[in-house]
């Protein structure tokens, strides 16, 4: 069975760090394109940041370009997402998920019902 996990969220004042980790078991992520989506209470899913399989295509949302940076260990099976200057307005709950998909901005915009999330990993972030 696919899955995700999700990993490395936290509370963490105004303009700090968090690493997240997307890690798959049960496959290889090496023929996926992968994206971080986050969803704030009481707020649709949207669209953070995706990467082609190969790691040479990146998409980012307008809000976090510059702030965030997604990369891949394909030999870890692991995808990372490190958010840097955090805002409050960053403060969701995270998920990722894998597609095999050529385009990682469709990726990231294009937010199919039937798409598989993991639990997801929660970001606070305090003023």
């Known amino acids: 069975q696919l899955q995700l996990v999700e990993s490395g969220g936290g509370l963490v004042q105004r303009g700090g760090s968090l690493r997240l980790s997307c890690a798959a078991s049960?496959?290889?992520?090496?023929?996926?394109?992968i994206g971080w989506f986050r969803q704030a209470p009481g707020q649709g899913r949207e669209g953070v940041s995706c990467?082609?399989?190969?790691?040479?295509?990146?998409y980012y949302a307008d809000s976090v370009k510059g702030r965030f940076t997604i990369s891949r260990d394909n030999a870890k099976n692991i995808v990372y997402l490190q958010m840097n200057s955090l805002k409050p307005e960053d403060t969701a709950t995270y998920y990722c998920?894998?597609?095999?998909?050529?385009?990682?901005?469709?990726?990231?915009?294009?937010?199919?019902?039937?798409?598989?999330w993991g639990q997801g990993t929660q970001v606070i972030v305090s003023s």
């Open positions: 998920a894998a597609e095999r998909l050529s385009s990682v901005r469709a990726m990231c915009i294009v937010i199919p019902r039937t798409r598989s």
């Open positions: 049960g496959f290889t992520l090496d023929d996926y394109a």
């Open positions: 990467i082609g399989a190969s790691g040479g295509s990146t």
